[in-house]
C-alpha cells in the first residue's frame, strides 16, 4: 500500500547539485543557466563541495539515498571535477546516483570518471530526433549524436538511462514525433526510461518572442497520446504523469520528491525542502561563488508551509504519479467520469484526466483526518531543483 504522499519513505533523502553551464542557450529554456562562463566552472564547483561539507558538518544532513546533479549541461564538467564534487557527497550504500548530460558534449571519459566515482544513472537531453524540430527548439545536437552517446554509454557499463523528449513544436508533425520515438526504442541499448514533456512557453525566452512558434494545446494533448500509446505498446510504463519507465527502471530522485521526502539543493538556483520548508540559493552563478567565499549563507528564498499547505500540496504531486491518492481526496462525482480510476481505496488518473491534471487538481481535499484544504493545481515538472526548472 502507498504511504500517505506527505510522508515520503523512511530514511528517504535526496541531494541535488545545479551545474548551470552551457555552451548554448535553447530557445525554450528559461533554467538557471549561463553561456560564456567557463572561467567559473572550476570556482564554482569547489564552491559547491564548500556548501555541501558545511552542510554535512553541521546539518541537518544524512547519508543521500539519491543524488541528481543537473543543469545546465553537466557533461561540459572536466571528468576530474565531476570526480571531486561527488566524492563530496555522503552516500548511503546503494544510493542512486544520477547526472544529466547532453549528447554533443557525452564523452567516453565523461562517462567512465562517472562511471568510477559511482555514478549508476545518465540522463541524456535528446528532445527530437528530426533535424528541423531539433532546430525549431535551438538545439545545437544531431540525431546521429545521440546514438554516439547511448553507445558510450553502454560501453562505460551504465546498467540504467534515461532519455528527455520535448513535443509540440510547430516544426513538429505526428510522423515526426513518431519517428523519434522508434528511433529511441531502436537504440543500441534502448533507453529503459523516458521523459517527455510539452513545449512551454516560458516568459523571457526567444520561443515567447515569436508568437508563431507557440505550440498549440490541442496538438500537444494529441502528442501525448501518441507518447503514451508508443511507449506503452513498447513495455515503457507511466509512473508520472511526464515519465515512463520499465519496471525497476524508475528514477528514485524523483519518486522521492514526489512523495514528499527532504532534499537539499547546492549550486546557483537549486532548491531545498526539509519537512515543509522551501528555500533556494542565489541565481546567479558569481553571487553564489562570492557567498560560499565570504561564508554568507547563499539562501535567497525562504517559506515554510503550514500543515495545511504541505498536506494539500503533496496530494497534488502525487495525484501526478501512478499510485495517485487516496479516493476519499476526490469527490466521487460525475465531473470527473473518465478522469479518475478508483481502485483498490486510491484514486489514480486515467489518460484523459492526465490530460486535465490541474483541472482534477483543484478539486483536491485532504482525506478527514489530516489537515488541508482546497488549492490549485500541481505544478508540470515537480522535481526541477532550479530555478526555471
Known amino acids: 500500500m502507498p504511504t500517505r504522499a506527505c510522508e515520503g519513505v523512511a530514511g528517504e533523502f535526496g541531494v541535488y547539485v545545479h551545474i548551470p553551464f552551457c555552451t548554448h542557450r535553447c530557445d525554450y529554456c528559461a533554467f538557471a543557466t549561463w ?20 552542510a554535512q558538518a553541521v546539518g541537518p544532513w544524512r547519508p543521500a539515498t539519491s543524488v541528481y546533479v543537473g543543469g545546465g549541461t553537466p557533461s561540459l564538467l572536466p571528468p576530474a571535477l565531476l570526480t571531486r564534487l561527488l566524492d563530496a557527497i555522503e552516500r548511503a550504500p546503494g544510493a542512486e546516483v544520477t547526472v544529466e548530460a547532453n549528447p554533443e558534449t557525452t564523452t567516453g571519459e565523461f562517462l567512465r570518471a562517472a562511471r568510477a566515482a559511482g555514478v549508476t544513472r545518465i540522463s541524456l537531453g535528446v528532445q527530437s530526433l528530426v533535424t528541423r524540430v531539433l532546430a525549431d527548439l535551438g538545439r545545437r545536437h544531431s540525431p546521429g549524436s545521440v546514438a554516439r552517446a547511448v553507445g558510450l554509454v553502454g560501453e562505460a ?26 528511433g529511441l526504442l531502436a537504440l543500441d541499448p534502448a533507453p529503459p526510461h523516458v521523459s517527455a514533456y510539452a513545449l512551454t512557453v516560458e516568459p523571457g525566452t526567444p520561443l515567447a518572442r515569436d508568437p508563431a512558434r507557440h505550440p498549440d494545446d490541442d496538438t500537444e494533448a494529441d502528442r ?12 515503457l510504463d507511466w509512473y508520472e504523469i511526464s515519465n515512463w519507465a520499465r519496471p525497476g527502471h ?56 503550514d500543515p495545511a499547505a504541505r498536506e494539500l500540496e503533496s496530494l497534488q504531486l502525487a495525484l501526478r504519479t501512478r499510485d495517485g491518492v487516496p479516493a476519499a481526496a476526490l469527490p466521487d462525482s460525475g465531473e470527473l467520469a473518465g478522469l479518475v480510476a478508483r ?32 488549492g490549485g493545481g500541481a505544478s508540470g515538472r515537480a522535481c526541477a531543483h532550479a530555478a526555471g526548472g
Open 35 to 54: 553561456t560564456g562562463r567557463s572561467a567559473l566552472v572550476e570556482p564554482y564547483v569547489a564552491a559547491c563541495i564548500t556548501e555541501i561539507c558545511r
Open 343 to 374: 481502485r483498490a481505496g486510491r484514486a489514480v488518473l486515467t489518460r484523459r484526466g492526465r490530460l486535465l491534471a490541474n483541472e482534477v487538481a483543484i478539486r483536491l481535499q485532504p482525506p478527514p483526518g489530516t489537515a488541508g484544504g482546497p
Open 157 to 182: 557499463g551504465f546498467a540504467t538511462y534515461s532519455v528527455d523528449v520535448v513535443y509540440g513544436s510547430v516544426a513538429e508533425n505526428d510522423d515526426d514525433l513518431a519517428a523519434t520515438l522508434d
Open 224 to 235: 501525448y497520446e501518441l507518447v503514451d500509446e508508443m511507449l506503452g505498446t513498447a513495455g
Open 250 to 305: 524508475e528514477c528514485r530522485h524523483n519518486l522521492a520528491c514526489w512523495r514528499g521526502a527532504d532534499y537539499l539543493g547546492f549550486g546557483c538556483a537549486a532548491h531545498s525542502h526539509l519537512a515543509g520548508h522551501r528555500f533556494a540559493n542565489v541565481a546567479s552563478p558569481e553571487r553564489y561563488i562570492d557567498r560560499v567565499r565570504d561564508g554568507v549563507p547563499a539562501v535567497a528564498m525562504s517559506e515554510r508551509l
